[in-house]
T-cell receptor
Framework: SQQGEEDPQALSIQEGENATMNCSYK?????LQWYRQNSGRGLVHLIL?????REKHSGRLRVTLDTSKKSSSLLITASRAADTASYFC?????????????FGTGTRLKVLA | GAGVSQSPSNKVTEKGKDVELRCDPI?????LYWYRQSLGQGLEFLIY????????KSGLPSDRFSAERTGGSVSTLTIQRTQQEDSAVYLC?????????????FGPGTRLTVL
């Protein structure tokens, strides 16, 4: 089963509103990343937050990480129709001499014009 | 090249046949990753290469799956005796190194359909 679990599974909002997506994970991590996927095509990296960071900003994106709760949130402010996509969190952990990457099941965001 | 490329973009095969999927990472990227995504699902991590070495192959779903990387560049994912449950989009990604802030760069994927 996937370690990363996003919620909600689907989110529909009006253009201009903020969208918040959450991600929970189960084991200790090195980093947590958020990716966007449009219409089943390749994923695009949005932002990486390290396990010793609590908050990070990039443009209209704000990511928080709470390692005590093993959770992260992605906030997209002032959403646009072009933000319509699926958003995935991904954790990476270095163990037994290699990296393991776990992607969540994703949140499908729909921004209505 | 400008990005990660994968070939073929689509592959339809009959149950029991072998298939080979190819990934060309971004030049200079030492880390390469393979994932599988079933319809409407998240990504399932298959294998990670650092250079030509894959320290952990336990993510591969069965012994019908194998992957190799040569010259620290191109990688191939081979599925032998394909089954219908192998139908999915197979995504490849590369990065300069694991844990880099720029993340992984994904290819467009190969959509595999097993009839």
């Amino acid at each position: 089963s996937q370690q990363g679990e996003e919620d909600p599974q689907a989110l529909s909002i009006q253009e201009g509103e903020n969208a918040t997506m959450n991600c929970s994970y189960k084991t200790s991590i090195n980093n947590l990343q958020w990716y966007r996927q449009n219409s089943g095509r390749g994923l695009v990296h949005l932002i990486l937050i390290r396990s010793n960071e609590r908050e990070k900003h990039s443009g209209r994106l704000r990511v928080t990480l709470d390692t005590s709760k093993k959770s992260s949130s992605l906030l997209i402010t002032a959403s646009r129709a072009a933000d319509t996509a699926s958003y995935f969190c991904a954790t990476d952990r270095f163990t037994s001499g290699t990296y393991k990457y776990i992607f969540g099941t994703g949140t499908r965001l729909k921004v209505l014009a | 090249g400008a990005g990660v490329s994968q070939s073929p973009s689509n592959k339809v095969t009959e149950k029991g046949k072998d298939v080979e999927l190819r990934c060309d990472p971004i030049s200079g990227h030492t880390a390469l990753y393979w994932y599988r995504q079933s319809l409407g699902q998240g990504l399932e991590f298959l294998i990670y290469f650092q250079g030509n070495s894959a320290p952990d192959k336990s993510g591969l779903p069965s012994d019908r799956f194998s992957a190799e990387r040569t010259g620290g560049s191109v990688s191939t994912l081979t599925i032998q005796r394909t089954q219908q449950e192998d139908s999915a989009v197979y995504l490849c990604a590369s990065s300069t190194r694991s844990g880099t802030p720029s993340g992984q760069f994904f290819g467009p994927g190969t959509r595999l359909t097993v009839l």
